[in-house]
């Protein structure tokens, strides 16, 4: 099913909406982008992740890429062993078992919505978003390469 809409500036745009049942087998995933904020005070930063949940699937999932030179350039004194330590830790929690510490017994909704809490750290979560899927667990290697590399 589609709807049409005509916007003020006279632009036509079409949004499909999917009603339950009429997915094509697609499923409602969110995501957020993990950011690099090397110097907190300054604000820039770099997208260096991206952490993945499919409450469908009851799937939770994240993957990493540290472009080292890019962070570098943003503060030349940067840990980045420290920075690749907190994205691995992230990606831990996403994997769950004994890499997950204390979240190994939450289930992947609760690690995910403990992941993407705003927090004053260097690695930070950006908003959470929504998108459909056929395949969740293939949801974090393809936006991985599209929003981070």
């Known amino acids: 099913m589609s709807e049409t809409h005509i916007h003020m ?14 997915g094509g087998g697609r499923d409602v995933f969110e995501y957020a982008l993990l950011r690099v904020v090397p110097r907190v005070e300054r604000g820039e ?4 992740g991206v952490i993945v949940y499919c409450r469908a699937k009851a799937y939770v999932g994240a993957r990493t890429h540290l472009d080292e030179a890019r962070l570098l350039a943003l503060d ?3 840990d980045v062993a420290g920075v690749r330590a ?9 994997a769950g078992g004994d890499a997950a510490g204390h979240a190994a017994g939450d289930d ?5 919505r403990w992941l993407v809490a705003p927090r004053s750290t260097i690695v930070q979560p950006g908003p959470v978003h929504t998108g459909l899927t056929l395949d969740a667990a293939a949801e974090p290697a393809r936006l991985l390469d599209l929003l981070v590399r």
């Open 9 to 22: 500036a006279g632009h036509v745009a079409e949004r499909h909406i999917t009603r339950a049942g009429q």
């Open 45 to 48: 930063c770099i997208n260096a």
């Open 76 to 78: 030349p004194a940067a």
């Open 86 to 94: 907190a994205l691995g830790a992230v990606e831990g929690v996403c």
């Open 108 to 112: 992947p909704g609760r690690r995910f």
